[in-house]
């Protein structure tokens, strides 16, 4: 199962491509995770996208991220399909990668830009597991993590005001994937503005899995 999850940060998308990687049993790739790696890693790239481009809040070129994600599917675990998260991001992005595979789903999370916001001012994350949480998944212990008892961080750019201007790129660069993609014949589209279980169920749905 092949899938590319559209949509908003704030919007659910990483939850619920764990939840997919979990019983579609492919992997959950977020390209921003993957630079981030990297630059924890001192890797070369890593560090070049983190100085020059996201870590200056600037949108990594095309080429770059292409080629990064191209390099990752043709790893073995991605034999037998994917769920990308924050890939493509762009017309000239998904072009490139119909030219890498072909999809079987485009879900596209709706959701109100003033709803994001909200929800962004209590996304938390656990850097050590890689866990986020937020306003509808609370830790049990404030501000620190469930599984490994780590201090939570937040993330600079979920601050209000900079969440705006992301929001402001997202609709001129990414909003217009829908209808590309809707031609397609590719796109579910998914309402984000629910609590987190439902929304999953409505993906179940769609893709007629149940455990």
Request: proline share 4%.
């Amino acid at each position: 199962m092949k899938i590319v999850e559209l949509g908003p940060m704030g919007a659910g998308k990483d939850l619920q491509g764990k939840l997919m990687s979990s019983y579609l049993h492919v992997p959950h790739i977020s390209t921003g995770d993957m630079f981030r790696q990297l630059a924890e890693e001192k890797n070369p790239l890593g560090l070049e996208v983190k100085d020059k481009y996201w870590g200056k809040g600037n949108l990594v070129p095309d080429e770059v991220v292409t080629s990064l994600v191209k390099e990752r599917l043709n790893q073995e675990d991605c034999k037998n399909g994917f769920i990308l998260d924050g890939f493509p991001r762009n017309i000239q992005q998904a072009l490139d990668l119909e030219k890498i595979t072909k999809l079987d789903h485009v879900f596209s999370f709706n959701i109100p830009d003033n709803e994001v916001i909200d929800r962004l001012k209590y996304r938390e994350l656990c850097k050590l597991c890689n866990i986020v949480y937020g306003r509808d998944i609370k830790p049990k212990k404030e501000n620190t993590c469930d599984k490994c008892q780590t201090k939570l961080t937040r993330r600079k750019d979920d601050n209000p005001e900079i969440v705006k201007e992301r929001l402001k790129i997202y609709h001129d660069q990414t909003t217009p994937l829908e209808d590309f993609y809707f031609e397609r014949g590719l796109v579910r589209i998914i309402d984000a503005n629910q609590d987190h279980k439902t929304v999953s169920e409505d993906i179940r749905v769609i893709l007629n899995i149940w455990d």
